[in-house]
């Protein structure tokens, strides 16, 4: 595939990790201090999105900018300068980026309360991720925009709406800027952005989950549609009649690695099923006690980094553990996403009804 060949050599392809994902910001938004560039317009643009998506009483201050990065923990600050170089105090924005986590606990208002205390008068949080975004995480963030109503949120479709369908719109007069531009870097980032995009697919008419895994060499891609998947048959299980009591559930990658972990919390709060996809072709699904007398506190840990508990390992050793043996082409993932959302269903029910193991 010519994309896989243009992935090879693409820059974002190894650097993956979130600080790369916050320079490239830095780097872009940048360009608003440099009229002259090609890239000043998208810049401009971007920069004016933000303000006018969060509904603040206020337009983009024509000034140079100072980015900062890190600062106070925030992802990327930029600042509104005055004549004298000095940030102006009537608006402010920062970057909360995301890829393969999600919002801790508090963590946004937090920053936000931060700047507010340092006399800004208007504040804009931006949540900008480029995985995929699981419903969960969606409905947090719109919970959280209730309460920070300046907050912009960036998902995936909000992303490819602004960076490459408008760049692809060559017949708009108010282009962003020619699909034609030369910058190596932008396009290398497109690039890499569209290889890992899957908003758009729809996961209820896969008819093979292996293969539709396979479709693209990139593991970022695989990983973001195995959280979608997972993510659709946990909503669905959450609507069930017969499973509707176990709504809470959790969707994330298991650390670093290409297992994909679902978790639905049983009702007595203290056990856990668990469905994990190893690679492309494989899924199981165990049935766990956790030993740890607080169960909240794992199940926040959980909740907050999508992520295994940190004490993994040693409540890994002290489960109790059942399994639930899936049909062959089930296990091996050669079949449609309707026939494993059943076969999940089945076996959460037998898991959970198993009252030797409670």
């Not at 890829?99 to 804009?124: A, M, P």
């Not at 910058?183 to 952005?193: E, G, H, K, S």
């Not at 909503?235 to 009591?245: A, D, F």
Request: net charge neutral; aromatic share 12%.
């Amino acid at each position: 595939m010519d994309s896989d060949k243009s992935l090879k050599y693409n820059i974002f392809n190894y650097a993956t990790k979130e600080l790369s994902q916050d320079a490239f910001i830095a780097w872009l938004l940048n360009y608003y201090n440099d009229k002259d560039h090609e890239l000043y317009p998208i810049a401009e643009k971007l920069l004016n999105k933000i303000v006018t998506e969060s509904h603040i009483d206020s337009k983009l201050p024509k000034t140079k900018i100072d980015i900062r990065l890190q600062e106070d923990k925030r992802d990327v600050t930029v600042y509104f300068l005055d004549d004298k170089g000095e940030p102006i105090k009537e608006l402010v924005i920062f970057f909360e980026d995301k890829v393969n986590s999600s919002e801790g606990d508090g963590q946004i208002t937090g920053y936000f309360n931060k700047l507010r205390d340092k006399d800004f008068n208007k504040v804009i949080p931006v949540y900008f991720k480029t995985t995929y975004m699981t419903k969960k995480e969606e409905a947090s963030l719109n919970t959280l925009k209730t309460k920070l109503n300046s907050l912009v949120i960036f998902s995936q479709k909000e992303i490819s709406d602004f960076f490459v369908n408008h760049l692809n719109q060559k017949d708009n007069i108010d282009i962003i800027m020619p699909i034609r531009t030369y910058n190596v870097l932008l396009n290398d980032w497109i690039t890499y952005f569209k290889s890992m995009a899957v908003f758009g697919i729809d996961v209820k008419g896969i008819t093979n989950i292996s293969e539709k895994l396979k479709e693209k060499d990139s593991s970022i891609y695989k990983k973001s549609l195995k959280i979608k998947i997972l993510d659709e048959i946990g909503n669905s299980i959450k609507t069930s009649q017969n499973l509707s009591k176990l709504d809470n559930y959790n969707v994330g990658p298991f650390n670093n690695s290409h297992a994909i972990y679902y978790w639905i919390e049983l009702p007595d709060k203290k056990t856990y099923i668990q469905i994990y996809i190893m690679g492309d072709t494989l899924i199981r699904l165990s049935f766990n006690q956790n030993p740890a007398e607080n169960f909240d506190e794992i199940r926040n840990k959980i909740e907050v980094f999508c992520n295994a508990p940190n004490n993994w390992k040693y409540a890994r050793y002290k489960k109790k553990r059942a399994s639930f043996k899936f049909d062959l082409n089930i296990e091996t993932l050669e079949c449609t996403y309707s026939d494993l959302k059943e076969q999940i269903k089945k076996a959460i029910l037998e898991v959970s009804n198993n009252t030797d193991l409670m």
